[in-house]
């Protein structure tokens, strides 16, 4: 195609997906009310009902339903029998059933962080779903270009229409490789973060999974906490630059134990550090007041502006 | 130590990256670095293959050095998807197109795993979470098991089955909506 057409429908293109992104990225104003009478009333409830909602808001029952249920998928809310729902801490980041679980052993515990610890996550990570992707591109541009020439001429004499078919099936090859590392990498983030939760509750402390069929053995109460750090080494900061999320590993020395024990590669573990900080000094005050964002930004998944206070 | 409030927001997610104006400057960095690196390319190649291959290029780095999140940036990345898309549909069916029956099928199915892992690449989830995110994986499935088998009964029923169907299903389990933490 010629450069004359080219840019027109670059440009054309890019104008409408910029559009459609712009649609996308915007919360709702229907989505923000809700999110709005949620901290203003509900932020302390244990739990609470629509009807219950609707009280402190004009919208229709089915608007808030759909509002609700969209925060239900987002991990913010949680639903229980008889249409009770309640609210997650916004640092929960715990599967429907983990979440239950850890209510359970926790007797009901206000939980203010909830993840997985990845104890093996970086290096199979980097290995497998890169490794893997490499050694696929390399095999494909190794075959176009002749560079072994027995598995071309086996394709091409397998292949229906021959050479012409070749670059069609070469360039199908990468794209499954992409969904192949894509389904992998699905398996390796779901396995290694199975069963090794950490959760932080109000009054409970920490309570952790010590094996991947543990029911969170592992407890540091409250007064048992000596001191916290973080550690991030160079290979999780480089990831932090431009991963996903955040990790880091958490060291917190306990009362009667020589050897700190250690969390490694927590999910914003900055967040996981200021939580426990506020659990030993006993201050909750920044969940109330900073809620409203933060349920903002697990909802959409983007960062609202913020305010200094 | 101050009191941990103020920092737990403010260090949400901006104090692990590079600063907003770092990551701009990374941005055009290795936007120059792919200028340069296709102007002064060994294998020679048209303008039309070098504004192809530079907004491929772009879109796929965009979401990995720019790390803010918001309404603006999410925009551009969707906007870049859009132009990297209809890119890689002009520029793969002017290359390697090949219109014969079974390579028709095959071609089909490496546009609907680039177009959505592309969309995958910049954050968006295709399959929602959900019943309704279930229904568009299965259909998204069919479409390509339907596209794959075109190009794979060439080979008999049995092949059709014994590739198809677990390929299908790795397709389906790379879409399905995934818990990022």
């Given at each position: 195609m010629l450069?004359?057409?080219?840019?027109?429908?670059?440009?054309?293109?890019?104008?409408?997906?910029?559009?459609?992104?712009?649609?996308?990225?915007?919360?709702?104003?229907?989505?923000?009310?809700?999110?709005?009478?949620?901290?203003?009333?509900?932020?302390?409830?244990?739990?609470?009902?629509?009807?219950?909602l609707k009280e402190y808001s004009d919208l229709p029952e089915p608007v808030i339903e759909k509002q609700l249920k969209k925060l239900v998928n987002k991990g913010i809310l949680t639903t229980s029998k008889g249409g009770w729902y309640r609210l997650k801490d916004p640092l929960v980041f715990l599967t429907e059933k983990d979440y239950i679980r850890a209510l359970r052993i926790t007797r009901d515990d206000n939980i203010l962080y909830g993840a997985y610890q990845h104890p093996y996550f970086l290096h199979i990570y980097f290995l497998g779903i890169y490794g893997l992707f490499l050694t696929i591109v390399a095999f494909t541009l190794a075959v176009y270009f002749n560079l072994l020439p027995s598995v071309r001429a086996y394709l091409i004499s397998v292949l229906p229409g021959g050479e012409n078919t070749l670059p069609v099936f070469l360039v199908f090859l990468i794209a499954f490789g992409i969904v192949f590392v894509d389904a992998l990498d699905n398996i390796i983030k779901g396995w290694a973060k199975e069963r090794y939760s950490v959760i932080i509750g109000e009054l409970s402390?920490?309570?952790?999974?010590?094996?991947?069929?543990?029911?969170?053995s592992g407890r540091i109460s409250r007064g048992h906490i000596t001191g916290v750090d973080i550690q991030i080494s160079p290979l999780q900061k480089l990831f932090n630059y431009f991963g996903d999320y955040p990790i880091g590993d958490i060291v917190v020395k306990v009362k009667g134990h020589k050897k700190p024990i250690v969390?490694?590669?927590?999910?914003?573990?900055?967040?996981?550090?200021?939580?426990?900080?506020?659990?030993?000094?006993?201050?909750?005050?920044?969940?109330?007041?900073h809620a409203r964002t933060l349920m903002l930004w697990r909802a959409k998944g983007l960062v609202p502006s913020i305010k200094s206070e | 130590m101050g009191e941990?409030?103020?920092?737990?927001?403010?260090?949400?997610?901006?104090?692990?990256?590079?600063?907003?104006?770092?990551?701009?400057i990374l941005l055009v960095i290795f936007m120059l670095i792919g200028y340069f690196a296709l102007e002064y390319s060994p294998i020679p190649m048209m303008l039309e293959t070098k504004i192809k291959v530079f907004v491929i290029y772009l879109a796929l780095i965009f979401p990995i050095i720019i790390k803010t999140e918001n309404r603006y940036t999410?925009?551009?990345?969707?906007?870049?998807?859009?132009?990297?898309?209809?890119?890689?549909?002009?520029?793969?069916?002017?290359?390697?197109?090949?219109?014969?029956?079974?390579?028709?099928?095959?071609?089909?199915?490496f546009l609907e795993i680039i177009l959505v892992e592309l969309l995958h690449h910049i954050g968006v989830e295709i399959v929602p979470r959900g019943k309704q995110g279930y229904i568009v994986g299965v259909a998204l499935t069919i479409v390509f098991f339907v596209a794959l088998a075109t190009f794979l009964i060439y080979y008999g029923i049995?092949?059709?089955?014994?590739?198809?169907?677990?390929?299908?299903?790795?397709?389906?389990?790379?879409?399905?909506?995934?818990?990022?933490?």
């Amino acid at each position: 195609m010629l450069v004359e057409y080219l840019i027109p429908i670059i440009i054309i293109m890019f104008a409408v997906f910029v559009i459609i992104g712009w649609k996308i990225a915007s919360v709702g104003s229907n989505l923000e009310k809700v999110i709005d009478v949620i901290v203003e009333h509900f932020i302390d409830e244990r739990r609470f009902t629509i009807a219950k909602l609707k009280e402190y808001s004009d919208l229709p029952e089915p608007v808030i339903e759909k509002q609700l249920k969209k925060l239900v998928n987002k991990g913010i809310l949680t639903t229980s029998k008889g249409g009770w729902y309640r609210l997650k801490d916004p640092l929960v980041f715990l599967t429907e059933k983990d979440y239950i679980r850890a209510l359970r052993i926790t007797r009901d515990d206000n939980i203010l962080y909830g993840a997985y610890q990845h104890p093996y996550f970086l290096h199979i990570y980097f290995l497998g779903i890169y490794g893997l992707f490499l050694t696929i591109v390399a095999f494909t541009l190794a075959v176009y270009f002749n560079l072994l020439p027995s598995v071309r001429a086996y394709l091409i004499s397998v292949l229906p229409g021959g050479e012409n078919t070749l670059p069609v099936f070469l360039v199908f090859l990468i794209a499954f490789g992409i969904v192949f590392v894509d389904a992998l990498d699905n398996i390796i983030k779901g396995w290694a973060k199975e069963r090794y939760s950490v959760i932080i509750g109000e009054l409970s402390g920490i309570s952790y999974d010590q094996s991947l069929s543990d029911e969170l053995s592992g407890r540091i109460s409250r007064g048992h906490i000596t001191g916290v750090d973080i550690q991030i080494s160079p290979l999780q900061k480089l990831f932090n630059y431009f991963g996903d999320y955040p990790i880091g590993d958490i060291v917190v020395k306990v009362k009667g134990h020589k050897k700190p024990i250690v969390f490694k590669n927590m999910p914003y573990p900055r967040e996981m550090f200021f939580v426990i900080r506020t659990l030993m000094l006993g201050s909750l005050g920044w969940r109330k007041r900073h809620a409203r964002t933060l349920m903002l930004w697990r909802a959409k998944g983007l960062v609202p502006s913020i305010k200094s206070e | 130590m101050g009191e941990p409030s103020e920092e737990i927001i403010e260090r949400l997610q901006t104090q692990y990256r590079f600063k907003t104006s770092t990551q701009i400057i990374l941005l055009v960095i290795f936007m120059l670095i792919g200028y340069f690196a296709l102007e002064y390319s060994p294998i020679p190649m048209m303008l039309e293959t070098k504004i192809k291959v530079f907004v491929i290029y772009l879109a796929l780095i965009f979401p990995i050095i720019i790390k803010t999140e918001n309404r603006y940036t999410f925009s551009i990345a969707m906007g870049l998807y859009g132009a990297a898309s209809i890119v890689i549909i002009i520029w793969t069916y002017e290359t390697i197109f090949v219109a014969e029956q079974p390579v028709i099928g095959l071609y089909i199915a490496f546009l609907e795993i680039i177009l959505v892992e592309l969309l995958h690449h910049i954050g968006v989830e295709i399959v929602p979470r959900g019943k309704q995110g279930y229904i568009v994986g299965v259909a998204l499935t069919i479409v390509f098991f339907v596209a794959l088998a075109t190009f794979l009964i060439y080979y008999g029923i049995p092949i059709l089955i014994l590739v198809g169907v677990p390929l299908s299903l790795i397709f389906l389990y790379a879409i399905l909506p995934e818990r990022k933490i």
